[in-house]
């Protein structure tokens, strides 16, 4: 049997895979442990809290900001979970700076096998069905992974810039949808 990755809402089935992959590493910083067990233990009120859009983000800079709305899709195959992509419906000021309409990350163990590439790829009809056309993304200078998945999805780089509080400059990307 062939299995094939796809991308679906979050959803409780996955949910030790998913905490798995926080523990290995899916973020640039390691999980919480305490979020990793709150994952096992109650992941609707994790999956609540993390959909909360009265959470602040804390920048680079340190400023809080408020949350835009946006979707977040897991790739996933048969029962593993392999990535999370997050799309932004709207850019504020800070955004067009650093993070853009989208952010992905893939679980440590599954690097290096096309999945970023299939993900964004994946999530294209998605950004259109939101009407967000061109797509602006994001990455690290120093992120060559990155830089390939959104250069080989036809992202344009517009500019590279130096972020306060960041540790590195910031590429910005254009994709046609």
């Known amino acids: 049997m062939l299995l ?9 089935a996955y949910k030790d895979s998913f905490a798995d992959a926080l523990a290995e590493g899916l973020g640039e910083t390691p999980a919480d442990p305490d979020e990793i067990a ?3 233990e109650d992941f609707d009120d994790w999956l609540r809290a993390d959909n909360d859009m009265s959470r602040r983000i804390i920048l680079a800079d340190g400023r809080e900001v408020p949350r835009v709305p946006f979707t977040t899709l897991w790739l996933v195959m048969g029962q593993q979970f392999l990535g999370r992509i997050s799309l932004r419906h709207q850019l ?4 067009e ?9 893939i679980r440590a163990s599954a690097r290096g096998h096309g ?5 964004l790829r994946l999530a294209l009809p998605h950004l259109q069905a939101l009407g967000i056309n061109p797509a602006l993304i994001t990455c ?3 992120n060559q992974a990155s830089i390939r998945i959104i250069e080989k999805a036809g992202g344009k780089l517009q500019d590279t810039i130096t972020v306060a509080g960041a540790t590195c400059p910031v590429r910005r990307y254009w994709l046609t949808i």
């Open 140 to 142: 690290n200078d120093d």
């Open 4 to 12: 094939t990755p796809r991308l679906i809402a979050p959803d409780s």
């Open 97 to 105: 700076r650093v993070g853009g309409h989208v952010g992905y990350a």
């Open 38 to 40: 709150w994952v096992r």
């Open 115 to 119: 999945y970023g590439q299939l993900m």
């Open 92 to 95: 504020t000021p800070d955004l």
